[in-house]
T-cell receptor, first 114, second 114 residues
């Protein structure tokens, strides 16, 4: 089955700097890669996602890149703000429109220092 | 956008009793719902996948007789933790998927068994 590895487990950056979180996956059939932000005591919220037919996607300060050959994808947050502090999870699924399950990475606790 | 409502947000129950958690898709029909369990500072672990009108598929190591899942309609799935014990204390999260919509997560339920 699919296995998703996420690094680093914790990340601390100065406000205004950029943060990068990386994930690798094992199943070449995976074609949908979402990123979630989870605040304490809440469910995960989708912040950006990418499908295998594109290599990069950007939404304001957030971007995701995908390298299908190497089976890795990354989350980039620029101009970080204190409200970006949270736990971020990457995930992979072989079928966006079907009933296939998401497999999550281990999570990254991001802390933005004022 | 897609909204998934999960109730209750917090519940405390006595050891040996049962607890029911509801997950509702408010503005779309969820053909598939997923139930996750999350321990502190850990990732989301899939417990089971349920399709409307059929029996849930449980992940390896998850006791189906202890964690009863009912997906009786396209907008409602329930998870019942039977004969709860302190080790069942955790954060339970549902996710709903339907049509072309991606995976939408509920806000989670913090279960404490005393």
């Amino acid at each position: 089955g699919e296995n998703v590895e996420q690094h680093p487990s914790t990340l601390s950056v100065q406000e205004g700097d950029s943060a990068v979180i990386k994930c690798t996956y094992s199943d070449s059939a995976s074609n949908y890669f979402p990123w979630y932000k989870q605040e304490l005591g809440k469910g995960p919220q989708l912040i950006i996602d990418i499908r295998s037919n594109v290599g990069e996607k950007k939404d304001q300060r957030i971007a995701v890149t995908l390298n299908k050959t190497a089976k890795h994808f990354s989350l980039h947050i620029t101009e970080t703000q204190p409200e970006d502090s949270a736990v971020y999870f990457c995930a992979a699924s072989p079928d966006y429109q079907g009933a296939q399950k998401l497999v999550f990475g281990q999570g990254t606790r991001l802390t933005i220092n004022p | 956008g897609a909204v998934v409502s999960q109730h209750p947000s917090r519940v405390i129950c006595k050891s040996g009793t049962s607890v029911k958690i509801e997950c509702r898709s408010l503005d779309f029909q969820a053909t598939t719902m997923f139930w996750y369990r999350q321990f502190p500072k850990q990732s989301l672990m899939l417990m089971a996948t349920s399709n409307e009108g059929s029996k849930a598929t449980y992940e390896q190591g998850v006791e189906k007789d202890k964690f009863l899942i009912n997906h009786a309609s396209l907008t409602l799935s329930t998870l019942t933790v039977t004969s709860a014990h302190p080790e069942d204390s955790s954060f339970y999260i549902c996710s709903a998927k339907g049509g072309r919509r991606g995976y939408t997560f509920g806000s989670g339920t913090r279960l404490t068994v005393v």
